[in-house]
């Protein structure tokens, strides 16, 4: 069923786009930085659990494209939820931020910061996606709750 230009649920369409392409940025980021991790237990196991949560989540922001505005609890749920995701991404990057500056300080002649700079900057790129993510998600929530129309 095609939504009739009056009845409001056609500009949520553009919003949960980009909310979807936001979701996917942050995969890609948390993906690669596990990747990048190379066997640094807590980073891999934080952006793990993001990669994975962040995969689960996708089916509902596709439902969110297709059919908008039909059910904003979902995106309240997915919004808390995300803020929890942004919580454990930043304690891992930021764990592989000091423990970038503890190699550094400690071997002068180790090559750490190629290493830690790309899962560094790898890091605070998801950080980034999913800061974005929840604050596109708190103000759309913000506007559904006051009725108002992008």
């Given amino acids: 069923m095609k939504p009739e230009a009056g009845d409001g649920r056609s500009g949520w369409r553009w919003v949960a786009t980009f909310d979807l392409i936001l ?14 991790a190379m066997g640094k237990t807590f980073v891999v196991v934080v952006n793990g659990v993001a990669c994975f949560y962040l995969l689960m989540s996708l089916p509902v922001s596709i439902f969110n494209i297709m059919r908008p505005g ?15 995701t942004v919580a ?6 930021l764990v592989a931020g000091i423990l970038y500056l503890v190699h550094k300080a400690g071997d002068t002649h180790a090559d750490w910061f190629s290493i830690w700079s790309q899962l560094d900057s790898l890091s605070y790129l998801a950080v980034l996606a999913l800061i974005l993510h929840v604050l596109l998600s708190g103000s759309i929530l913000y506007k ?3 009725n108002i129309m992008f």
């Fill in 144 to 146: 559904q709750a006051l």
């Fill in 70 to 84: 039909a059910c904003p609890a979902n995106r309240a749920v997915l919004t808390a939820l995300d803020m929890v």
């Fill in 88 to 93: 454990l991404v930043t304690a891992g990057a």
């Fill in 23 to 36: 979701r996917l940025a942050a995969i890609v980021a948390t993906s690669t930085a596990v990747l990048a």
